[in-house]
Structures are given as structure tokens and as C-alpha cells.
């Protein structure tokens, strides 16, 4: 009788726990995977090839893989946020040694079952390490120099690690991500102004410390032209398959620039290009809307959650996912250097879909536990 009531008592749980679900949240992003899943068709020339299979498995084990993320108590999350930090700065420092060298970097290592970039999974745990860190904390110790100084120390560890790789635009993430934190954390405004200072007086310093291949891509930005068929082919061809897709597009598989081979690099960092391309104005315009419905859900998480470190991993999460999208659209239209920013979810690559579904998991999960008070 006892285990009956038990057992009934954990299929309650369970099935709150399902009700709970923010499935405005869940329809978008099943929505914007299947998005994703179409464009992907389309980068393999309407063929089911290696690209569309590799991106479907992925989409349909890491989806699966949130939803479980979902029903994990908050408090595991909270628990795991220095140990899941430390766990990644190793396999940084494991990947430096003994990763696979590709294109003249290390950023992956191999883990037999798959090819794991440590430094995607670093933008979300780094975001859950810090905000365990600030969980609790008084306001007036927020802006203490000790508390700014290991925030810088938590943040430029694994930048450091991913600049040797080397990787400078995934290192600029990890940054935003943490910076983030410590916005959202109440750090004193004054502080991001003498860092954003002390990066405009030191930036020649940086320049000068770039690798070449770094270098031509900020010449490339503020000229294309200068080399046409080299360092700037990939963005000029980004900017005229964008603007031939005009209002409603070419249509679905009539993308020329992508077809004919024009547009490398089209199922990764590029892969708006080619979705604007075919659905033009209006298509972006949807696929814009449906971003900014995911962050305004991931907002309205955290201000409904109970626990603090809820708070301010929902509010960090979300304004790094807007980041992320700002930058990967803003460098295909030209008004950034290429820097290697995925477009969450679209872009083909495991590892950056793994860590994006993770921390969608942790948000659903501060959602479905969002009565769940953190001593």
C-alpha cells in the first residue's frame, strides 16, 4: 500500500514536472531545428548526404538530451558549477596537447564516440560557475577587488587557453558570456567602462600580437576589394548572395550563390547566407522573430524563478545567445570581421549544438523547478 502511494505520490512528480514545461520555448526551438534541419537539405544540394544525416542525429539526440537536462533539479546544477568549470578548463588544457590539428589549430579532441570542442562548452559552463559564484553573494561584496578580481581570473583562465589554440573569436565569446555574469550580477557600471577603455588603448598591442591569418581578415572587413578572390571572396559573395534573395527569396533549393558553389563554407558560420538567400526579407525577418521569442521566454524564465543563480544564469544565457546571433549575422553581412561564430542551432557542428542545448536544458530546468528556493 505504502509503495503504491509512493508510486503514485513519483508519477505526480513526474507528470507536474511535464506541465510545468515552457512549450512556447520548446515549439520554437523544435521549430528553429527543423529550420535548420531544411537549410542543411539544402546545403547538400537537396540530397540527404553526410551533412543532413550527421545534422539530423545530432538535432534529434541533444533535443532529447534537453529534455532530460529538463527534469534534473535545479539545485544539481547549482551543485556541479565549479566541478563542470574545472572539468572543461581540462579538457582545454588535454586539447592543447593531444588535439586534433586541423587548418593549423587544435580545437578538438577526440573522445572515440566524438569530436568534442571543449571551448563551445566553456560559453555555458562558464556562465554556471559564475553564477554559483555570485549566488548569495551581498551587493557590497559584489564590487569588492577580490570578487572583481577572481571573476577576471575564472574568465581569462580558459580565454587564455582557447587564444593558444589558437581560436580568437571563440575565446571573445567565452568573454561575452562571463562579462555577462557580472552585468547581471550588479558589478559596479564603472568597471565595464575601464575595461572597454583599457581594450581601445590597447588594441594596437593586440593587432600587433595576431596571427596573419587574423590580421587579413580585419583588412578583408574594412576592404573587401583590397583581395577578391582571397581573403575577401568569402564575405563578398556572402553580401551578393544576401542581397539577391530580395524580399521573399529565390526559394527553397533555388539558391544560385549556394548551388553553383560560390559561397564556401555555407553549412557552418554561413549558413544565414544561404537561408536568406532562398526565403529572402521576409524569411529572416521569421527566423529573427523566432530568436527573439526564445529569449524573451528564457527572460521571462529567470524572472519567474525562484533561486537567484536561476536568475542570473536565464539573464546571461539569454543575452548571450543574442550576442552570438548579433555577431554571426552582423559578420555575414559584412559588418563584423569573421571571427567562427556558429548561429545557434543552424549551423551544422555537434559541439556547439551540444552546448546550446545544454543550456537550454538548464534554463527548462530552472523553469519546470521554479518554485525551488538554493540555500
Known sequence: ???????NKNNLDILQKVKNFDYILLICILLL???????MYSTDGGQILFHTKS??????????????????????????????????????????????????????????FINLQPSELMKIFIILCLAKYFHRMKLQNVNSIYTILTSLIIILLPMGLVIVQPDLGTS?????????????????????????????????????????????????????DRDPLGAGYQIIQ????????????????????????????KHTDFIFTLFSEEFGFIGSAVLLLIYAIIIYRIVVIGANSRSYFAKIFCYSFGA??????????SMVLGLLPIVGSPLPIMSYGGSSMLATMTGFGIVMSSRVHNQQSIA
Request: charge should be positive.
Open 33 to 39: 531545428g527543423f529550420i535548420s534541419l531544411a537549410t
Open 1 to 7: 500500500m505504502y509503495q503504491h502511494s509512493r508510486l
Open 238 to 265: 556572402s553580401k551578393i548572395a544576401v542581397g539577391s534573395g530580395g524580399v521573399f527569396g529565390k526559394g527553397f533549393l533555388k539558391g544560385t550563390q549556394s548551388y553553383l558553389e560560390f559561397l564556401p563554407e
Open 55 to 112: 545534422h539530423f542525429i545530432k538535432l534529434a539526440v541533444f533535443t532529447v538530451m534537453m529534455i532530460f537536462f529538463s527534469f534534473i533539479n535545479i539545485k544539481y546544477w547549482f551543485s556541479i558549477g565549479y566541478l563542470s568549470y574545472l572539468g572543461i578548463a581540462i579538457l582545454l588544457i588535454c586539447t592543447y596537447f593531444f588535439g586534433i590539428s586541423s587548418s593549423g589549430s587544435k580545437r578538438w579532441i577526440d573522445l572515440y
Open 320 to 329: 548571450s545567445i543574442f550576442v552570438y546571433i548579433t555577431i554571426n549575422m
Open 172 to 224: 571573445i565569446l567565452i568573454a561575452i558570456s562571463g562579462i555577462a555574469v557580472l552585468w547581471f550580477a550588479g558589478v559596479n557600471y564603472k568597471y565595464f567602462i575601464y575595461t572597454l577603455l583599457g581594450f581601445v588603448i590597447s588594441l594596437p598591442f593586440i593587432i600587433a600580437f595576431l596571427k596573419p591569418y587574423q590580421k587579413l581578415r580585419v583588412l578583408s572587413f574594412l576592404n573587401p
